[in-house]
């Protein structure tokens, strides 16, 4: 028997495997799903203010682009956002990203704190918008790297099997 202690690497420097395109875009369907949960949360008291505060017809909807749609909207972003921010937070992986392994990190490998993760997810929103380009650049990046990725200097990765 060998009662010599192991040396352990740093977990930083241990090789991941790389966190690619389709594994991230499973995760964010997967996350849309506790996302229009909240989203349907967050309409209730609107739905329910406009009918019977605001005194309008139950098959009535809000008017798009009115003030009350664009606060709808405003707290459904901010919803989404603190549950992505806190998820990455708490640690590292929102519900969609358990199943595929994946994890935010620092570039470092340490934890991100807030305002990279805040970062992380604004800048993540504008790829969405921009019909997915910040997504589809990891393609033509040398480094695999989105848009949110480089611009809160955050890395993707995949978690080995346990």
């Known amino acids: 028997m060998n009662d010599q202690p192991v040396a352990l690497e740093h977990p930083a420097a241990t090789p991941r495997p790389q966190a690619l395109i389709g594994w991230r875009l499973l995760a964010l369907l997967y ?6 949960a909240m989203w349907m949360l967050v309409a ?14 139950a098959h009535q909807n809000i008017a798009p682009f ?6 709808q909207w405003l707290i459904c972003l901010t919803v989404t956002g603190l549950y992505a921010v806190l998820s990455w937070r708490r640690g590292g992986q929102t519900l969609g990203m358990r199943p595929w392994r994946l ?5 470092n490998g ?16 504008l790829s969405v918008l921009a019909a997915g380009l910040g997504f589809w650049w990891a393609f033509f990046d040398r480094d ?19």
């Open 110 to 125: 340490q934890a991100p704190g807030w305002k990279a993760l805040l970062v992380r997810f604004l800048v993540g929103c």
């Open 44 to 57: 209730v008291p609107f739905v329910l203010g406009y009918t019977f505060i605001g005194g309008h017809d």
């Open 31 to 36: 996350d849309l799903w506790p996302v229009l």
């Open 144 to 162: 695999k790297l989105t848009w949110h990725d480089r611009a809160s200097a955050t890395r993707m990765i995949r978690l080995p099997k346990t």
């Open 103 to 107: 994890k935010v990190a620092g570039a």
């Open 66 to 71: 009115s003030p009350l749609w664009w606060a």
